[in-house]
């Protein structure tokens, strides 16, 4: 009797072992992929090309956030999957661990074949054109203001802790701050490092190892508080809106008016090519007003096609389906590579200063705690506010938004999220240049 109740037992565990899966294969399948992809790494046979980088961070990403979601202190309280993603991939990127010449291959499509811009601008026109009409309206209105005056209020309380503590003005608003809300390295340290080296007489990559490090670390306490927020906020229902910005009947009842969209093969397809419209839009605009990045005129385009109703709701719905596909598939990805292509941690320890990582901290405490009180006079829920309207204004760009709103599971703010950052980024290039003179 007991020999047949240890049998049942382990072929029991046998069962559990092979139901489990990650990203929808099988535990043994996906030891079986990820050995090919070592085998061919060690062999140098790796493709320098998009399919090579498809291939770590797919399984890489996806091992990684499965791993982060099934961690007792992480999945809690430090972001899961998400957080855990991120971090891991630095880690081996960042100490040899990913050879070099992969590094090289993923940081290559990050960064000039445009991988980020494409599942962004994937999630822009799909998280708007998704949404309901007034809902969007009554949001603009409301966000904007709340994060614009959050960031007034984080930048003027950082100049006074950094007066305090010896930092001095200067560092604290132009080398913490400002670098930190600029809106990520392409569209917010490296054009803010050529505002100051113009003004200053000095070379701009000198300037820019100065900025980089409160960006990174900015961007890793806003994704860490954001899982806390999220964490915090589900015990207090009266100011947590699940994803939902706004309060009012319009929003509890909207998921019930929404009729459920069925996928469809063709769809999903004009959803791409709809996508790829919008950002090319945005990046024409950006061509004749360089200063603003492409991602808030393609936000602004989106908005005035959905607020005007000129989009017939057979594309607004191909637009959801591809933003459906892409954010289910491809976010570990995503992840893994803004671990593995943007998150340095030699240069981040290299800044870790007590007064450095303070005031990076009071960057982020304070701009949660405004827009929270913001939030909830303008009418907003305010773990939303705090996610979008402040941790997002704290992180580094389109990617940074991602990773905090994905660690928060709020993925849906990412057109709020966008839209703060890259306004707000715009605004700090404009206030440093005129900043950096006064305070020099």
Known sequence: MIHKLDNSQEINKKSRFWSIKISGVSIPVYIIMMIILVIEIK???????MLGAL??????GNLFHYIGNHLPIFKSYLGGGSVFCIFASAIIATFGI???SSVKTITSFVNDYGFLD????AL?????LGMKRDLLIKAAIRFIPVAFISMVISALVVALIGVIIGHGLKNSLLYISLPIMAGGVGAGCVPLSGIYASALGKPASGIISLLIPASALGNVIAIVFAALVSKIGASFPKYNGNGKLIKGDIVATESQNKEEIKLDIVQIGVGLVMSLSFFMLGNIINDFVPKVHAYAFMIIIVVICKVTNIIPKYYEDSAVMFNKIIMKNLTPAVLSAIGIALLNLDVLGKALTWQFVLLCFVSVITISVASAILGKIFGLYPVESIISAGLCNNSMGGTGNVAVLSAANRMELIAFAQMGNRLGGAIVLIVGSFL???LS
């Open 124 to 128: 822009i026109t799909g998280s708007v």
């Open 55 to 60: 291939a770590v961070l797919i399984l890489l």
């Open 98 to 100: 990913l050879p070099s």
């Open 436 to 438: 950096v003179r006064i």
């Open 43 to 49: 062999l140098g046979r790796l493709p320098n090309t």
């Open 118 to 121: 494409f599942y962004i601008a």
